[in-house]
C-alpha cells in the first residue's frame, strides 16, 4: 500500500497532469466517433503480437443456400436486364421494369430481417450481391447499396424503437417506400460539428390536435436516390428552447425520418455525378413539421445522431465500396488479360512485352488483395463485429486500388478503352472512379485523419480508456483510473519494444508463425516484425507529439498506411489459406506481401524522416531499420510469373478472375473471352507454322503444313480477335442529346 501511494504521488500524478495538460479538450462528436464500432484484427495489429492462429481459426465467409438461390436467380435475372450504355446515354436512369424488378425481389431489403419481410442476408451475401451487379451497371449497384448501407433501414434496426420497425421496416423490404439519407450539407461536409441544418422541438396543430414535434430546416446536396425517395432519414441538429424534452436546450446532432411529401419539401432535381445515372440530388425543407416519434430511436435517442451514423458506417462503409471495388479489380484484370493475350503486336501477344507485364502483374495482384481483404471483413461483420477502423480501411485502399486497377486496364487496352460506346467495357467504370473515392468518406479525409486518428485510440489495448480518464470532469477518479492504466501501458511498451528490436535485427526470424503455414511462414513472421516496429513507432508518436499528432496529418495518413497493409497483408494470407494454400497461388501472395513490406518500410521510414523529436526518431530508425534488412522490391520475375496467370488458362486464373465471368452476358465481354479462348486453341498451330519457318498461316496451308480444320481453327481465332479490338461509331446525330435549355 505505501508503494502503491508514493507511485501516485510522485509518479502518476506528475504523469497525468503532464498528459492531461499536453492531450486537447476532445468534443462530443469526437467522442462519438471514436467510440462508434468496434474493435476487431486492428486491435490485434496494434497489439504488436497478431494471433494468427486467432486469425487462421475464424471461419471463411460463406454463403447459404438461400442465399446461393438468391444470387443464383434474382441476381442473374437482374444482371441480363442491364444494359448500362443505354441506361446512362439514353435513359439517363434504370428502366422501369428494373426498378419495379428489384422492389418485387427483396433487393431493397437485403439486411432486413425475415420477420419484417425482408431477406435477412448475411454481410457477405449482401456484399457478393453488389459485388456482381456491379460488374453490369454501376448505376444498379449504387441504387442497390444505398437502402441496404447507411439508411435508413440500417440505423432503425440498430437504434429504432419497435413502433418504427414494425411500420418502416416491412414497407422498405418491399420497396413500397424508396429510402435515402441527408446528412452532407452545402457548407458542411465532413464537418458534422458545423452542419447548419436545424430542428426545433415545438407544439403544432395537426389536424386539430396540439402535437408535440420538431420543425425542420435543412438544405443537402449529393443525396443519392433523393430525386426517387419517398422517405428522408436527416441529420440535423436538434435545439430544445422550451425544454420540451428533456433539460438540455441544444441536444445536439439528431436523425429522424422524413416523409418527402410533406408541405415544406423540396425535392426531385437530380445532380449528375461523374456522367453516372443513378439517382442524386439535392433535397431541402423550410419549416418541415414531423412529430416527435419521427425521431429515429425516439426521444430517448435525440442527440445521439452523430454515434448512430458512425456505428451504421462502420458496417455499411466495410461492404458497399469494397463490393464494386473488389469486382472492378477483378473484373478489370480478367478483361485486360484476355485482351493482351488476343491482341498481338509485331507478331507476338502485347501481353508478352515486359511493360505490359508489368500492369498485369500489378493487376492481378490489385484482384487478388482486394478480393482477399472483402471476404476477410464480411467475415468479421457476420460476426456481429462492427470494425470502424477496418471498414475506413476498407473504403479508402479498396477504391485506391480500383482507381490504380482501372488506369492500369486502360493502358494496356489503349485505343479500345478510349473510345466509348455499347462494346467499351471500361469507359464507364473509368468515369465513375471520382465518385467511390470521393463519398462514404473522402479518402483524403479518410487517409489523413480516420484511418489512424481514430484507430490510435480505439483499437490501442489501454489508450482509449486513458484518454477517457483525462478528459474526467472529476480529477481523483480520473487520477484512480488513469494510475490503474499507465502502468500496464508502459509494461506493455516495454515488452512490445524489445520484441520489435529483437525482430527488427532478425529479420523477424524468430517471430511467431502458426504451424499450418507451411511455405506462408516467413511472411507471418515479416509481417509480426512490422507489426511491432508499428506499435512502437506509433507508441513514441502518442508520447513525443501528444493531442498535437491529430494535426500532423501526413504523418497521421502515413501511420494509417501502415497499418492498412498489415491488415491486407494479413487478409491475403487468410485467402491463400482459406483457399486450400495452393502452391500455384503462391506468386500472387508473395507479390502482394512484397509489395505491402516495402509500402511498410517506406512509411516508416517517412514517419521517422518527419518526426519533430529527432534523437527519439534517429534511435528508433537505428532500432527497427538495420541496413541490410530492408525489404526487397517484388523483382520482374515475380511480376511475369503473376501477370501469366491472366494470360494462360488455370485454375489459378480461375479461382482469381473467372467468378466475375459467370453470368456476366455482356456481348463485349462475350466477344472477348470468345476471342481468348479460340486464340489458346489455336495458339499450338500458329507456334508450328512458326517454328517451321513460316510466316503466314495461309501459306503454311497452302503447303500442306496443316490441315483444313487447323486453318479454320487460326481463321475463327483471327476473325474473334477483329472484333474485339473494333470499336464502335457513330453518326453524327447520335450525339445530339437535347437543345439547349433543356435537360439531356
Known amino acids: 500500500?505505501?508503494?502503491?501511494?508514493?507511485?501516485?504521488?510522485?509518479?502518476?500524478?506528475?504523469?497525468?497532469?503532464?498528459?492531461?495538460?499536453?492531450?486537447?479538450?476532445?468534443?462530443?462528436?469526437?467522442?462519438?466517433?471514436?467510440?462508434?464500432?468496434?474493435?476487431?484484427?486492428?486491435?490485434?495489429?496494434?497489439?504488436?503480437?497478431?494471433?494468427?492462429?486467432?486469425?487462421?481459426?475464424?471461419?471463411?465467409?460463406?454463403?447459404?443456400?438461400?442465399?446461393?438461390?438468391?444470387?443464383?436467380?434474382?441476381?442473374?435475372?437482374?444482371?441480363?436486364?442491364?444494359?448500362?450504355?443505354?441506361?446512362?446515354?439514353?435513359?439517363?436512369?434504370?428502366?422501369?421494369?428494373?426498378?419495379?424488378?428489384?422492389?418485387?425481389?427483396?433487393?431493397?431489403?437485403?439486411?432486413?430481417?425475415?420477420?419484417?419481410?425482408?431477406?435477412?442476408?448475411?454481410?457477405?451475401?449482401?456484399?457478393?450481391?453488389?459485388?456482381?451487379?456491379?460488374?453490369?451497371?454501376?448505376?444498379?449497384?449504387?441504387?442497390?447499396?444505398?437502402?441496404?448501407?447507411?439508411?435508413?433501414?440500417?440505423?432503425?434496426?440498430?437504434?429504432?424503437?419497435?413502433?418504427?420497425?414494425?411500420?418502416?421496416?416491412?414497407?422498405?423490404?418491399?420497396?413500397?417506400?424508396?429510402?435515402?439519407?441527408?446528412?452532407?450539407?452545402?457548407?458542411?461536409?465532413?464537418?458534422?460539428?458545423?452542419?447548419?441544418?436545424?430542428?426545433?422541438?415545438?407544439?403544432?396543430?395537426?389536424?386539430?390536435?396540439?402535437?408535440?414535434?420538431?420543425?425542420?430546416?435543412?438544405?443537402?446536396?449529393?443525396?443519392?436516390?433523393?430525386?426517387?425517395?419517398?422517405?428522408?432519414?436527416?441529420?440535423?441538429?436538434?435545439?430544445?428552447?422550451?425544454?420540451?424534452?428533456?433539460?438540455?436546450?441544444?441536444?445536439?446532432?439528431?436523425?429522424?425520418?422524413?416523409?418527402?411529401?410533406?408541405?415544406?419539401?423540396?425535392?426531385?432535381?437530380?445532380?449528375?455525378?461523374?456522367?453516372?445515372?443513378?439517382?442524386?440530388?439535392p433535397t431541402e425543407g423550410k419549416d418541415v413539421f414531423v412529430p416527435i416519434d419521427a425521431l429515429i430511436g425516439g426521444v430517448s435517442q435525440a442527440g445521439r445522431g452523430w454515434q448512430m451514423l458512425m456505428s451504421a458506417l462502420a458496417a455499411g462503409r466495410g461492404i458497399s465500396l469494397p463490393s464494386l471495388s473488389a469486382a472492378a479489380c477483378t473484373f478489370t484484370a480478367h478483361t485486360a488479360g484476355a485482351y493482351a493475350r488476343v491482341r498481338t503486336q509485331f507478331g507476338i501477344p502485347v501481353g508478352r512485352f515486359e511493360g505490359v507485364q508489368e500492369k498485369l502483374g500489378r493487376l492481378a495482384a490489385n484482384a487478388y488483395l482486394v478480393e482477399a481483404a472483402r471476404r476477410y471483413t464480411c467475415a468479421g461483420l457476420d460476426l456481429g463485429c462492427k470494425p470502424a477502423v477496418i471498414s475506413a480501411i476498407m473504403k479508402l485502399h479498396a477504391t485506391e486500388r480500383m482507381r490504380q486497377s482501372v488506369n492500369d486496364a486502360m493502358d494496356v487496352h489503349a485505343g479500345k478503352a478510349v473510345i466509348d460506346g455499347p462494346d467499351n467495357y471500361l469507359g464507364n467504370l473509368y468515369r465513375a472512379l471520382p465518385v467511390a473515392i470521393t463519398v462514404e468518406g473522402a479518402n483524403i479525409l479518410t487517409r489523413s485523419l480516420i484511418v489512424f486518428g481514430q484507430g490510435a485510440i480505439r483499437s490501442h489495448p489501454y489508450l482509449m480508456e486513458e484518454v477517457f480518464a483525462l478528459g474526467n470532469p472529476d480529477q481523483a477518479a480520473g487520477q484512480d483510473a488513469f494510475d490503474a492504466l499507465i502502468w500496464k501501458h508502459l509494461a506493455h511498451g516495454a515488452k512490445n519494444a524489445l520484441r520489435a528490436v529483437g525482430h527488427a535485427w532478425t529479420a523477424g526470424l524468430f517471430a511467431s508463425a502458426p504451424g499450418r503455414a507451411g511455405p506462408a511462414s516467413g511472411y507471418y513472421r515479416r509481417l509480426g516484425r512490422y507489426a511491432s516496429a508499428f506499435a512502437l513507432v506509433s507508441e513514441a508518436a502518442l508520447l513525443s507529439l501528444g493531442g498535437s499528432l491529430k494535426r500532423k496529418e501526413m504523418l497521421s495518413a502515413r501511420l494509417g498506411d501502415i497499418l492498412a497493409e498489415l491488415f491486407l497483408v494479413s487478409a491475403v494470407l487468410k485467402r491463400w489459406h482459406d483457399e486450400g494454400r495452393h502452391e500455384s497461388d503462391l506468386p500472387l501472395l508473395r507479390l502482394c506481401a512484397q509489395q505491402g513490406f516495402c509500402t511498410i518500410e517506406k512509411r516508416l521510414s517517412d514517419v521517422l524522416h518527419n518526426l519533430p523529436a529527432r534523437g527519439l526518431a534517429l534511435a528508433l530508425r537505428a532500432m527497427l531499420l538495420p541496413p541490410g534488412m530492408s525489404a526487397g522490391a517484388p523483382d520482374d520475375a515475380l511480376m511475369a510469373a503473376c501477370a501469366n496467370i491472366l494470360l494462360e488458362p488455370s485454375d489459378t486464373r480461375d479461382r482469381l478472375v473467372g467468378a466475375v465471368w459467370e453470368g456476366h452476358d455482356s456481348p463485349a465481354v462475350e466477344q472477348l473471352e470468345r476471342a481468348y479462348e479460340l486464340m489458346i486453341e489455336a495458339q499450338p498451330i500458329l507456334d508450328r507454322v512458326r517454328h517451321a519457318g513460316l510466316k503466314d498461316w495461309r501459306l503454311a496451308y497452302e503447303k500442306g503444313a496443316i490441315s483444313q480444320a487447323q486453318a479454320d481453327a487460326i481463321e475463327a481465332a483471327e476473325a474473334a480477335v477483329a472484333r474485339v479490338i473494333e470499336v464502335n461509331d457513330f453518326a453524327p446525330g447520335e450525339f445530339a442529346r437535347g437543345r439547349k435549355g433543356q435537360t439531356p
Open 1 to 281: 500500500m505505501n508503494w502503491r501511494s508514493l507511485r501516485r504521488r510522485w509518479l502518476t500524478e506528475p504523469l497525468y497532469r503532464l498528459a492531461r495538460d499536453a492531450m486537447p479538450r476532445m468534443s462530443a462528436t469526437e467522442r462519438e466517433a471514436i467510440e462508434a464500432g468496434d474493435v476487431w484484427w486492428d486491435a490485434q495489429l496494434f497489439s504488436g503480437k497478431p494471433d494468427w492462429n486467432a486469425m487462421l481459426d475464424l471461419p471463411r465467409a460463406r454463403l447459404s443456400p438461400q442465399e446461393q438461390e438468391f444470387l443464383d436467380g434474382p441476381v442473374a435475372q437482374l444482371c441480363h436486364m442491364l444494359h448500362e450504355w443505354d441506361i446512362v446515354w439514353r435513359d439517363g436512369d434504370l428502366p422501369p421494369e428494373v426498378w419495379a424488378f428489384m422492389k418485387e425481389q427483396g433487393f431493397f431489403g437485403m439486411i432486413i430481417p425475415q420477420e419484417y419481410g425482408g431477406l435477412g442476408f448475411s454481410a457477405y451475401a449482401h456484399s457478393e450481391a453488389v459485388r456482381q451487379i456491379s460488374v453490369r451497371s454501376v448505376t444498379a449497384a449504387v441504387t442497390v447499396m444505398v437502402p441496404n448501407s447507411l439508411g435508413p433501414g440500417e440505423l432503425l434496426m440498430q437504434f429504432g424503437t419497435q413502433e418504427q420497425r414494425d411500420y418502416w421496416l416491412p414497407r422498405l423490404a418491399r420497396g413500397q417506400e424508396i429510402p435515402c439519407f441527408g446528412l452532407t450539407s452545402a457548407e458542411a461536409g465532413s464537418d458534422a460539428a458545423s452542419m447548419t441544418d436545424t430542428g426545433v422541438v415545438c407544439k403544432q396543430v395537426v389536424d386539430g390536435v396540439e402535437t408535440l414535434g420538431i420543425r425542420l430546416n435543412w438544405r443537402k446536396r449529393y443525396i443519392t436516390l433523393a430525386p426517387v425517395a419517398t422517405v428522408l432519414g436527416l441529420a440535423f441538429k436538434l435545439y430544445d428552447p422550451d425544454a420540451l424534452i428533456g433539460s438540455q436546450a441544444e441536444p445536439g446532432i439528431s436523425v429522424a425520418l422524413v416523409p418527402t411529401n410533406l408541405p415544406g419539401v423540396s425535392i426531385g432535381r437530380r445532380h449528375l455525378p461523374a456522367m453516372q445515372a443513378f439517382q442524386n440530388g
